[in-house]
């Protein structure tokens, strides 16, 4: 079964940091661009930042430039979001997105983790 | 970057035909897809490209695109069906739509 299941969330206060995992399973992790996608208490859906198959590219939203930082490592099967300098907009549901190859007919994120909660808070 | 813009909400009777739009300049360059979200689950992808449906999802669900402007069809939309549907598309960025609460009456 493909799944993605996430971690690391939690409450923390404003300008510290944290880090989200995503651990993935049943399918070739390293075949495959990864993203994180958030959604704050009662909003939409935004993205974060997405990451290719070799790491090779590697974008980020402008509301998380400069602080988050988005890694893998295909050996672990495994997806992370570094957070610093938190602020309290950043409060959101984090989920883990996988891309699928869907050559002409354009990109799509396929397959979602269930998310983890990330709380900024004093 | 680019945006794109949806109706925050659409009724449609049971049984009949629903139309949600996503307008943007990406559009005109690149496929949108989409995602339908129940309350309380993650979102899960129910169109890509032109018109393509992923295994497990009703072909009551299509979509199109014409210039700026994509569309998501559900025709003879179920009770299941009532949930937030987003748009996506990525040219220089990767954006999504606000979003459409669609309620089936």
């Known amino acids: 079964e493909v799944q993605l299941v996430e971690s690391g969330g939690g409450l923390v206060q404003p300008g510290r940091s944290l880090r989200l995992s995503c651990a993935a399973s049943?399918?070739?992790?390293?075949?495959?661009?990864m993203h994180w996608v958030r959604q704050a208490p009662g909003k939409g859906l935004e993205w974060v930042s997405g990451?290719?198959?070799?790491?090779?590219?590697?974008g980020y939203a402008d509301s998380v430039k400069g602080r988050f930082t988005i890694s893998r490592d295909n050996a672990k099967n495994s997806l992370y979001l570094q957070m610093n300098s938190l602020r309290a907009e950043d409060t959101a549901l984090y989920y883990c997105?996988?891309?699928?190859?869907?050559?002409?007919?354009?990109?799509?994120?396929?397959?979602w983790g269930q998310g983890t909660m990330v709380t900024v808070s004093s | 970057s680019s945006e794109l813009t949806q109706d925050p909400a659409v009724s449609v009777a049971l049984g009949q035909t629903v139309r949600i739009t996503c307008q943007g300049d990406?559009?005109?360059?690149?496929?949108a897809s989409w995602y339908q979200q129940k309350p309380g689950q993650a979102p899960v992808l129910v169109i890509y490209?032109?018109?393509n449906r992923p295994s497990g999802i009703p072909d009551r669900f299509s979509g199109s695109s014409s210039g700026n402007t994509a569309s998501l069809t559900i025709t003879g939309a179920q009770a299941e069906d009532e949930a937030d549907y987003y748009c996506?598309?990525?040219?220089?960025?990767?954006?999504f739509g606000g979003g459409t609460k669609l309620t089936v009456l």
């Open positions: 997105a996988k891309d699928g190859i869907f050559g002409v007919e354009g990109d799509a994120f396929d397959i």
């Open positions: 049943g399918f070739t992790f390293d075949d495959y661009a």
């Open positions: 990451i290719s198959w070799n790491s090779g590219s590697i």
């Open positions: 990406s559009l005109r360059s690149y496929y």
């Open positions: 490209g032109k018109n």
């Open positions: 996506n598309s990525r040219d220089s960025s990767v954006v």
